[in-house]
Every structure is written in structure tokens, then in C-alpha cells.
């Protein structure tokens, strides 16, 4: 093995050229339209461009990565996670075309990957399984049948591909018909496969899985376990490891049960045996035949470069531990950094300013931060919307987690919303640091913790939203005496007066609050160092156009992050008169997967009326209020864009049907 193809893009492509670069190996680098300036693409050994923009045009495309590696004289080629890295029809294309497949046996994948053939595989080996339904008939009867038996609540799943897409938690019979639809096409839409199972559902578990590792000579071992329980919308944010509910004794039974489902399955490689934890029981969830996402939480706590033993046994070579010689040393934790606002919708946009607190690129360093970030950077609507992973370790978890906190503080991604300031509440919260955090946790804790940031949010806006009329230049403002400014956060406007005083200072009055003297000791590129009521805060901020006159802002000071419009001289909102037609637009790019309704159907309040999919995630539309569609402006599978009106809608009041 010379020169390996990566079958991937951003961060992981990055992390896997780290690795063969050390070893001395050369990296060719595919990549879409959308990423050709992307960093993979400029710190590869060679880059072929794959063309088209979605997944589906080129990181999906098996013809073109094996004419990409036959372009460039690739003799191996590694799939990293999601895309092509479960999919056992790429695998044997790879080894049938003479290459060297990074990566586990086709057949096992094929076992594997499915949820239902895992799940038999895994029963007739002592793995403890869910009661529930993974046959052939797809039927809703049957489905409803067998739901029945199990008694709700239930859980349908896809039964290919993982990341929570096609996942549903159905809590009474009404509910089954409407979750088996929009799961098949959630399914398909991700996996090309549109099979579900239903199981009982456990209500407030953990996911907690297991990293095995098994060479071509029979050897399989296990590297502990992750708790990866801190999830929204069925996806993980905060990984870390140890568990904090997994004791000796159950590390070893479920590390023997990954083991056995491995050995089972003739498993080669890296993989991953998920569960679901409620006390001491644990059951089944799946198998995922790759490198998972959060694998640098087991690189931190074990001392090993998991990619590395990935091409050593790629290469014919075994296991370099034996099960008796893995060590567990501290506590790693790592959070995911997505591009989405506070209610998780992911948001497209350029990175307008992006520095990075110093981090090592992967095994036991403190920080470690993977990504592929640069000011600069442009996140498109076409893969999902994970920017990187900050992973720490640290001898105790209580030092993990104050080390992330920190890390996270130091972090600067600024031009589109961000998870940062929610990741710093979750880990600072109570429930969090006792090691309490079930899967359930952000069902019913996310809003709360939402409102905690809201109220930080308000009091940074309070002492520092007024920088937004000072804006980033040296000097005073234009003229000696006050000017009136109008700046709005969160929908509420506040005008405010200021008056310099000095070259870098403004006296501020605002309605309502003691005058107030603003201080900038220190103009930066991208903010400023800023003293006020005997607070000294360096701000972050970038300034973006908002339309209609405006400015739009976005700031970060320390673990806050907040948007400030300055509406001063905006011209005047036209009031809406009584029955005006109201709009429904997009709240970010996407395509359209599901419509509908059509001209002149009344609706009610929370009808779901268009479906978008964006960054692999389906997400439902629906209306405030009692309506009438006006006008029907887009059509299925219509990709879209962000303000982008979808619907014209009338008040019920004005229908005269």
C-alpha cells in the first residue's frame, strides 16, 4: 500500500491523511463542486475532481471514486463514516478492482448494516436484543400487528444506514401510520432502502456503545466504551468515555457481547457495537461497520491511532494489543460543533471569522480539535452540518469537562449561527456533570437550558450591543454631539443615544438605564478589547447585510453568541392591514421532499405543510394559525433557499369557501 484514496471530504479526509502521512503513505483527495476549495482538497498528495454538487453527483457516485483512483494510481482507498463506508456494493466494487479496501469484509457489512439481519445474528449469540418485528413483510397491517404485541410505546427504525434518520418513537397506535411514512422516506432518501423494523422502546436509557477492533487472523478485541447519550433529534453532540454509569464488571460483559457479534459476523477492522443502557440491562441497537465519528474519544483514553491499526489491517497485519494489554488511562470527552441555530435547524453560510484556541491533531493531547474550518469557509445546504469535534482529555472527568468549557470559550466561528454556546450550557449543566444525562435529556432539559443562554444572551447585549453603533473604524463618531441609534436583538428594538466623549469613548444612555460609559482600549481585526461598568471583555464580531436598509451583526463574547441588527436608518415596516396575505418561507436551503397541500385548502393551526430536507434531515413546515392557502410557489423536489416564500396564505376569516 503506496497511496491511498480517500472516499470523503472535510474533517475525517483531513484526519485520515494525518495518519498516512506519518506512515509515510501519499493521499488523493476527491472532491464535489462545493468543496473545491475546500482543505482536504489543498493538503492532499493529489486531488481529482469528482464533479456535480450533491452527495448523490459525487461522493456517492462509485464509478467516478474508482476512476479517480485509477487516475491517480491509488492502490487502497478508505471510506471514513457515512456516504460510501457501509455499503457493501462499494466495497467488493473496490476489491474487485484490485484495490485494497480499508475497511471490513463486504459480507459483514452486508450482515451488519442491517439492523434486522444483526439482530438474528446476534440472538443466536448470546447478545441481549429488544423484543420486536424485523421481517420481510413491510406491510402497515403488519406493522400495526406487531406493534400491538410489543405493547407501546414502540420505535421504528430504518433498517439500513444509522445517524437517526428514518427513527421514530411511536407512542400509540394513531401515531404508528404517520411515523412508518415519514421514516421510509427519511430511509430512502438517506440508504436507498425504505425497510423498517419496529422494537420495544426503552424510554429513558443511555446509548452507550462499544469500539472492537479485529484483525485477519481471528483476533478481536475491544477498546472500552463511549456514552454518547447527550443526542437531539436522534443524533449525538457530546461523546465521552469512560461511561459514567459503566462499571468494571459491565464493561466486560458488554465488551464480550461487541466481541462475540464481531466474531459472529467474521468481522475485520474497526467497528462499532451500539446499545441501549437502562441500570445494569443493556440490549441492542445495531452495529456500525465503520469508524464512527467520536472515535478520537477511544484514540484519548487508550493512546492509539485508530486509523493507523485500520491500514495495518488493511494490510494483512495483525492486532498490535492483545484484550489483556489495553489500557484506559483519565477521561475524554468530545463535543460536535453544527451549524444550527438554537431550536437545531441546521443553517448554510460563510464562515466570516474563525480562530481556534491551539490543539494537537489526534492520540492523548489535551486539546484536540478536528475540522476543517477557515475564515472563509462556506457550508453548503448539500452534506450535514457538523463543522468539527473538540475533543480534551484529562486525568479526572470533573477536569475534562471544565477543559472543553474552556476550550469552547476560546473558539471563534462567527457569520452563521452555531451550537457552541449551547454545547458550553450542556456541559456546564448539573444534570451533565453529574453524569445523569439519559438519551432523554435534551427532550425535556433543551429548554431550559435554551432560556438560561437567552438570559446571557440579553445581559451581554445590555453591556455590549451598543460596539454595533461604533462599529469597527479608530476614532470618534462623525460629529461631537449625540446621534440617536436603533439597534434590535432577538425581534425587540431599543434605540439609544450616543455621545463621544473621548477618541475611543462614548457615553451611553439608553431608556430606562443610567448613563453608561463604553471604553474600547483596543481595535481588532475582528472586534474589539472593550471596558464598561467595570467590566473589561474582549468582543468578537463580524458585520453582515441584512436588507431593507439595515445591518446585521453577530458577536461573541466569551460563551455568548448573539445577533444584533442595527435598524437605524432602515426605512419604516409597512403595517399589515387587516386579512393581508401572509407567507411562509424557507428557514434555510434545501429541497423540497413532501408537499402537501394545494390553492385554496384550509388549514389549521400546526398542519405540517411542506417537508424540507436539508443536510441529510428531513424537517416538517407547518402554519401558526388557522389559514388558507393563496398561492402554492414551489413544487416537489424544488431545491430552495433561505427567506425563499413557499406558500402564500390568507386568514380562515377571509375564506369564502
Same mark, same amino acid.
Given at each position: 500500500m503506496?497511496?491511498?484514496l480517500?472516499?470523503n471530504?472535510g ?11 506519518r ?5 488523493v483527495?476527491?472532491?464535489s463542486d ?6 482536504h ?7 481529482? *475532481?469528482?464533479g456535480? +454538487?450533491?452527495?448523490a #453527483?459525487?461522493?456517492l457516485?462509485?464509478?467516478?471514486? &474508482? ?10 482507498i478508505?471510506?471514513?463514516y457515512?456516504f460510501?463506508?457501509e ?6 466494487a ?7 479496501w480499508?475497511?471490513p469484509?463486504?459480507a ?24 420486536? !418485528? ?20 414502540v420505535m421504528v ?13 411511536v407512542?400509540?397506535a ?5 411515523a412508518?411514512?415519514?421514516a421510509?422516506?427519511e *430511509?430512502?432518501?438517506?440508504f ?5 423494523l ?5 424510554m ?8 472492537? @477492533? ?5 483476533h ?7 456514552d ?19 462499571n468494571a464488571e ?5 465488551g464480550?457481547c ?5 466474531k459472529?459476523?467474521g !468481522?475485520?477492522?474497526?467497528? =462499532?457495537?451500539?446499545?441501549l ?9 445495531e452495529?456500525?461497520?465503520r469508524?464512527?465519528v467520536?472515535?478520537p474519544?477511544?484514540?484519548a ?11 495495518r489491517v488493511?494490510?494483512? %497485519?495483525a492486532?498490535?494489543l492483545?484484550q489483556r494489554?489495553v ?5 475524554a470527552?468530545e463535543?460536535r460543533?453544527?451549524?444550527e441555530?438554537?431550536? @437545531?435547524?441546521?443553517h ?13 491533531? @489526534? ?9 476543517a &474550518?477557515?475564515?472563509?469557509s ?9 463543522l ?7 486525568p479526572?472527568r470533573?477536569?475534562a469537562?471544565?477543559?472543553l ?6 473558539l ?5 449561527p452555531?451550537n457552541?454556546?449551547f ?17 432523554? !435529556?435534551l ?5 431550559? +437550558?435554551?432560556?438560561l ?5 440579553a445581559l451581554a447585549h ?13 476614532g470618534?463618531?462623525?460629529c ?7 439597534? #434590535? ?11 463621544? %466623549?473621548?477618541e475611543?469613548?462614548?457615553l ?5 438605564a443610567e ?10 481585526? !475582528? ?9 473589561t ?5 463580524v458585520?453582515?447585510?441584512a436588507? #431593507?436598509?439595515?445591518t446585521?451583526w453577530?458577536?461573541?463574547?466569551g ?5 444584533? %441588527? ?6 419604516p415596516?409597512n403595517v ?7 407567507e ?5 436551503n ?8 394545494? =390553492?385554496g385548502?384550509?388549514?389549521?393551526a ?11 434531515? %428531513? ?16 413544487n ?13 396564505? *390568507? ?6 369557501a
Amino acid at each position: 500500500m503506496k497511496r491511498i484514496l480517500i472516499a470523503n471530504r472535510g474533517e475525517i479526509a483531513l484526519r485520515i491523511m494525518a495518519t498516512a502521512r506519518r506512515m509515510g503513505l501519499e493521499t488523493v483527495a476527491v472532491y464535489s463542486d462545493a468543496d473545491a476549495q475546500s482543505l482536504h482538497v489543498q493538503q492532499s498528495t493529489q486531488a481529482y *475532481a469528482l464533479g456535480g +454538487l450533491t452527495s448523490a #453527483q459525487s461522493y456517492l457516485d462509485v464509478n467516478k471514486l &474508482l476512476a479517480a483512483a485509477k487516475a491517480t494510481g491509488a492502490d487502497a482507498i478508505h471510506p471514513g463514516y457515512g456516504f460510501l463506508s457501509e455499503d457493501a456494493g462499494f466495497a467488493q466494487a473496490v476489491q474487485d478492482a484490485g484495490l485494497i479496501w480499508i475497511g471490513p469484509p463486504p459480507a459483514a457489512i452486508r450482515q451488519l448494516g442491517s439492523k434486522a439481519a444483526a439482530k438474528q445474528l446476534a440472538k443466536t449469540h448470546g447478545v441481549p436484543c429488544l423484543p420486536g !418485528y424485523e421481517g420481510d413483510d413491510q406491510s402497515d397491517a403488519r406493522f400495526a400487528d406487531e406493534a400491538a404485541m410489543i405493547g407501546y410505546p414502540v420505535m421504528v427504525k430504518a433498517v439500513a444506514g444509522g445517524g437517526g434518520r428514518g427513527m421514530r418513537l411511536v407512542e400509540s397506535a394513531q401515531q404508528l401510520h404517520a411515523a412508518l411514512n415519514s421514516a421510509r422516506s427519511e *430511509a430512502l432518501a438517506g440508504f436507498g432502502n425504505g425497510d423498517l423494523l419496529v422494537e420495544r422502546a426503552v424510554m429513558h436509557p443511555r446509548h452507550v456503545e462499544v469500539q472492537v @477492533f479485529a484483525d485477519g487472523h481471528g483476533h478481536v478485541i475491544h477498546l472500552g466504551e463511549r456514552d454518547c447519550s447527550v443526542q437531539r433529534r436522534h443524533q449525538k453532540i457530546i461523546e465521552e468515555a469512560p461511561s459514567p454509569a459503566v462499571n468494571a464488571e459491565l464493561r466486560e460483559h458488554m465488551g464480550s457481547c461487541a466481541v462475540a457479534l464481531a466474531k459472529a459476523a467474521g !468481522y475485520v477492522g474497526a467497528g =462499532t457495537v451500539e446499545f441501549l443502557v437502562e441500570g445494569r440491562q443493556f440490549y441492542l441497537m445495531e452495529m456500525n461497520t465503520r469508524l464512527q465519528v467520536e472515535h478520537p474519544v477511544t484514540e484519548a483514553l487508550t493512546g492509539l491511532d485508530l486509523v493507523e491499526w485500520q491500514i495495518r489491517v488493511a494490510r494483512g %497485519e495483525a492486532l498490535p494489543l492483545t484484550q489483556r494489554q489495553v489500557r484506559l488511562d483519565g477521561h475524554a470527552i468530545e463535543v460536535r460543533l453544527c451549524a444550527e441555530d438554537e431550536n @437545531f435547524q441546521p443553517h448554510t453560510g460563510v464562515v466570516r471569522h474563525f480562530s481556534a484556541p491551539e490543539a494537537a491533531v @489526534f492520540n492523548r493531547a489535551p486539546l484536540r480539535f478536528d475540522h476543517a &474550518l477557515h475564515t472563509g469557509s462556506e457550508v453548503t445546504p448539500y452534506y450535514d452540518a457538523m463543522l468539527g469535534k473538540l475533543i480534551v482529555h484529562a486525568p479526572t472527568r470533573e477536569q475534562a469537562i471544565d477543559r472543553l468549557i474552556h476550550a469552547l470559550g476560546r473558539l471563534t466561528v462567527l457569520g452563521l449561527p452555531t451550537n457552541r454556546a449551547f454545547l458550553i450550557e450542556c456541559l456546564n449543566d448539573e444534570v451533565f456533570r453529574r453524569g445523569q444525562a439519559l438519551i432523554s !435529556y435534551l427532550t425535556g432539559d433543551a429548554s431550559r +437550558l435554551q432560556q438560561l443562554l437567552r438570559e446571557k444572551e440579553a445581559l451581554a447585549h445590555q453591556y455590549w450591543g451598543a460596539l454595533c453603533a461604533v462599529g469597527q473604524r479608530p476614532g470618534p463618531l462623525a460629529c461631537s454631539y449625540a446621534q440617536l441609534r436603533k439597534l #434590535q436583538h432577538r425581534g425587540r428594538a431599543q434605540e439609544l443615544a450616543l455621545r463621544p %466623549e473621548t477618541e475611543q469613548s462614548w457615553l451611553l444612555h439608553r431608556h430606562g438605564a443610567e448613563p453608561a460609559l463604553l471604553q474600547v482600549d483596543e481595535l481588532l481585526a !475582528y472586534g474589539w478589547r472593550v471596558r464598561s461598568a467595570g467590566l473589561t471583555q474582549t468582543v468578537h464580531a463580524v458585520q453582515l447585510p441584512a436588507g #431593507q436598509g439595515g445591518t446585521r451583526w453577530h458577536l461573541q463574547a466569551g460563551a455568548v453568541d448573539w445577533w444584533v %441588527e442595527d435598524v437605524s436608518y432602515a426605512p419604516p415596516e409597512n403595517v399589515a392591514a387587516a386579512g393581508q396575505t401572509a407567507e411562509l418561507r424557507a428557514p434555510f436551503n434545501g429541497r423540497v421532499v413532501q408537499l402537501g397541500v394545494e =390553492t385554496g385548502q384550509a388549514l389549521k393551526a400546526g398542519d405540517v405543510v411542506v417537508v424540507v430536507e436539508s443536510m441529510k434531515l %428531513e424537517h416538517s413546515l407547518s402554519v401558526k394559525a388557522d389559514c388558507r392557502v393563496e398561492a402554492v410557489l414551489v413544487n416537489a423536489g424544488q431545491q430552495v433557499a433561505p427567506g425563499q416564500v413557499l406558500l402564500k396564505l *390568507a386568514p380562515k376569516s377571509g375564506d369564502t369557501a
